[in-house]
């Protein structure tokens, strides 16, 4: 059974005062975060995330050399995205452990920063094979936005569908069920949302079809997933492309054939067209 990563955590920083030059940030002795994660998200467009990681690894020595504590927090919260991204499990482990510790030296506890960067290393965990161990960090990611954001809040749908794989990745499917569908009830409120729903959908499934191949629910929400990905209002992107092609092998291990190819299709010309920009 192919399997997904849910949601990636967002970036929690507020990089407003940061300007396109980065001359501000560079002045007072800080990196450019705003200017470094644009470019980060440049080299994912582009389906190029190895040179995404050198680049980030380049500016957290930077980070470090400047004393930018805070930039540094940034930098390692999108290594860890970039890492699973390119499967880098050593410098994975070790930049969850580090943010996270990096998290209580700032002072940042009970912060939305907090929430998101654990759940973020936690997903990090998760996805390379440290389930339980992920589920401390999970657990302090909840505290954190409980403690400041609305329930309705997008960020919890991404908690939510991570902490599901977790719970399915450790054998819990009850539980598992139970937060996939309340990211569901979440991002389904939400505007700009519909790919993450379809992502959902598509964890759903598969999570459905490991328990009973004959399962009415693997079609239904199969196809809730392609309408989404098929709607019209959403940008035929990076994001887009990367997000469809996580989902081809659901569709082809359930036999949805003509699904999967043109996901893949859509996909290989987003990426082709952005190669050549």
Same mark, same amino acid.
Do not use: W
């Given at each position: ?8 955590p ?31 998200? #440049?080299?994912? /467009? ?5 040179? %995404?990681?050198?680049?980030?690894e380049?500016? !957290? $020595?930077? *980070? =470090? ?10 930098i ?31 002072g940042?506890?009970g ?43 997008? #960020?919890?749908? /991404? ?5 599901? %794989? ?6 819990? !499917? $009850?539980? *598992? =069920?139970?937060y ?43 196809m ?54």
């Open positions: 059974m192919p399997e997904y990563n849910g949601i990636d967002s970036c929690p920083f507020d990089t407003s005062e940061y300007d396109a030059g980065h001359t501000a940030a560079e002045a007072s002795g800080r990196v450019d975060v705003r200017k470094i994660l644009a470019e980060a998200d #440049r080299l994912y /467009g582009r389906n190029d995330p190895g040179s %995404a990681e050198k680049m980030l380049e500016q !957290l $020595r930077r *980070a =470090e050399d400047l004393g930018d504590r805070e930039g540094k927090l940034g390692l919260n999108e290594l860890l995205g970039c890492y699973r991204k390119t499967g880098n499990r050593e410098a994975g482990l070790r930049t969850a452990q580090e943010s996270s510790a990096l998290v209580s030296e700032l940042m506890e912060t939305v920063t907090a929430g998101t960067v654990r759940l973020n290393a936690a997903t990090t965990m998760r996805e390379f094979g440290l389930s339980e161990e992920a589920v401390r960090m999970y657990d302090a990611a909840a505290r954190a936005y409980s403690a400041t954001l609305d329930p309705g809040d997008y #960020r919890f749908a /991404g908690l939510y569908n991570n902490y599901a %794989a977790c719970m399915e990745a450790c054998g819990d !499917l $009850r539980s *598992a =069920e139970e996939y569908l309340r990211a569901l009830a979440v991002i389904s409120r939400l505007p700009d949302c519909a790919l993450e729903e379809a992502v959902t959908c598509v964890n759903l499934a598969c999570m459905y079809g490991d328990v009973d191949s004959e399962d009415e629910r693997i079609e239904e929400y199969l809730r997933a392609r309408r989404l990905f098929d709607r019209e209002d959403v940008p035929r992107d990076g994001y887009y492309a990367f997000n469809a092609l996580k989902c081809v092998d659901a569709y082809s291990h359930f036999g949805f054939f003509r699904d999967a190819k043109e996901l893949r299709l859509r996909a290989e010309e987003i990426y082709g067209l952005l190669q050549k920009s």
